[in-house]
């Protein structure tokens, strides 16, 4: 409106000034009926913008007689209301559509027209989705009840300063408390705990993470696997009593699960546990907790005589199988029996060739002086 006043007054200043610059105010001749005025134009455009100001004035004294009756109150209010009500439509259908800048101008048209609080909720969310926390968190302020909106404040302040969960894990442990089933604080609180390496807390969400289906079956095990590492080997820096009791503690179906089981198995293999390890490994593989393919993958063979016996018998039944081969030729690389590693990672290199079974075979080879038969080894490794 004011850029449009400024345009009226600039051209009122033209014509003022214009003739009285080139010394002719010229005259303007009106006539109605039988009646004339004569008058110069400058007096017609003083005249003019007199009477638009008066016409304003009394318009205005009229509207706000208007308003302050019973009718006037109800028809400006419901007119109002409707702007405010149509806005709010605006915006949720805009929300709707994936355009949330949109939205978040649709609610705000809406709270000028009408402070409601529900639209300052669809206009804090709106503002989060353009990752626009501290707009997100002030309009929070404008909500009702906003003392009991901390989830949200919370979530916007560690989506928008991720470091600040150090500072808020009193409150991330509470909230977790009250909202347990909250997929998008789960979240939040998993990442800092990965980030502060509070690896009890990350297993204690586990649970919640599967049931809520937060994360794919894939991501859930690597997820326990690391939580489970970290946790045994806290434990085994305390001792191997320790680390022994840690696993005892656990339930008979933790201990089944596999990625608790390699992680284990992992640790057993770090503090030089073999042969815990050998019996942890060799029951896991015969109860079917654990995986041959996976132990190779994350190299937690151990070279211990119940492992052994378990993978000779099987071979006996299955004398093809390329991973029984492969795992049998690891062991026996471990425990540096050359011609039985040789047989076992050749037959299996025939079988199931990998980019891991070469590389064993090459170390057979070279620990047995044949340079040239390692050479090929690790050329075809790099093929794979």
């Given at each position: 409106m004011k850029y449009a006043w400024i345009i009226v007054l600039l051209l009122i200043a033209g014509l003022f000034i214009g003739p009285l610059w080139d010394g002719n105010t010229g005259y303007m001749l009106i006539a109605v009926g039988n009646y004339t005025v004569e008058t110069s134009l400058v007096a017609a455009i003083i005249i003019l913008v007199l009477a638009v100001i008066v016409l304003r004035v009394v318009l205005g004294f009229i509207m706000r007689i208007i308003r302050g009756t019973s009718w006037g109150l109800k028809w400006f209010g419901e007119r109002r209301t409707t702007k405010a009500r149509n806005a709010l439509t605006d915006g949720a259908r805009a929300l709707v559509n994936g355009d949330s800048h949109a939205a978040s101008s649709a609610f705000n048209r809406s709270w000028q027209l009408r402070h409601d609080g529900t639209v300052a909720l669809f206009a804090s969310y709106a503002a989060a989705r353009n990752e626009d926390y501290s707009q997100a968190r002030e309009w929070l302020q404008h909500a009702p009840q906003p003392s009991e909106l901390a989830l949200a404040?919370?979530?916007?302040?560690?989506?928008?300063?991720?470091?600040?969960?150090?500072?808020?894990?009193?409150?991330?442990?509470?909230?977790?408390?009250?909202?347990?089933?909250?997929?998008?604080?789960?979240?939040?609180?998993?990442?800092?705990?990965?980030?502060?390496?509070?690896?009890?807390?990350?297993?204690?969400?586990?649970?919640?993470?599967?049931?809520?289906?937060?994360?794919?079956?894939?991501?859930?095990?690597?997820?326990?696997?690391?939580?489970?590492?970290?946790?045994?080997?806290?434990?085994?820096?305390?001792?191997?009593?320790?680390?022994?009791?840690?696993?005892?503690?656990?339930?008979?179906?933790?201990?089944?699960?596999?990625?608790?089981?390699?992680?284990?198995?992992?640790?057993?293999?770090?503090?030089?546990?073999?042969?815990?390890?050998?019996?942890?490994?060799?029951?896991?593989?015969?109860?079917?907790?654990?995986?041959?393919?996976?132990?190779?993958?994350?190299?937690?063979?151990?070279?211990?005589?119940?492992?052994?016996?378990?993978?000779?018998?099987?071979?006996?039944?299955?004398?093809?199988?390329?991973?029984?081969?492969?795992?049998?030729?690891?062991?026996?690389?471990?425990?540096?029996?050359?011609?039985?590693?040789?047989?076992?990672?050749?037959?299996?290199?025939?079988?199931?060739?990998?980019?891991?079974?070469?590389?064993?075979?090459?170390?057979?080879?070279?620990?047995?002086?044949?340079?040239?038969?390692?050479?090929?080894?690790?050329e075809k490794a790099l093929r794979d």
């Open positions: 404040e919370t979530l916007f302040t560690l989506q928008q300063e991720p470091e600040q969960a150090a500072n808020r894990i009193a409150e991330i442990q509470q909230l977790r408390r009250d909202y347990p089933r909250h997929p998008q604080l789960l979240r939040l609180a998993l990442t800092a705990y990965q980030s502060l390496h509070r690896w009890d807390d990350v297993i204690a969400c586990l649970a919640d993470a599967a049931r809520l289906q937060l994360l794919n079956e894939t991501e859930i095990s690597e997820l326990t696997e690391k939580a489970y590492r970290e946790h045994f080997l806290a434990a085994g820096r305390e001792g191997q009593a320790s680390l022994a009791t840690k696993w005892r503690n656990l339930s008979r179906d933790s201990r089944r699960k596999a990625a608790i089981r390699r992680a284990y198995l992992a640790v057993l293999k770090i503090y030089q546990q073999q042969d815990v390890a050998d019996k942890i490994a060799a029951r896991g593989l015969k109860r079917g907790d654990l995986k041959l393919a996976h132990l190779l993958e994350k190299q937690l063979l151990v070279a211990g005589p119940e492992l052994r016996n378990y993978l000779q018998d099987q071979l006996k039944k299955q004398s093809e199988n390329g991973l029984l081969l492969q795992a049998m030729g690891q062991i026996a690389l471990m425990t540096k029996e050359w011609s039985l590693a040789e047989r076992a990672l050749r037959r299996s290199a025939e079988l199931v060739p990998s980019r891991r079974v070469w590389l064993d075979l090459a170390h057979v080879y070279a620990a047995q002086g044949n340079s040239q038969a390692a050479l090929e080894a690790y």
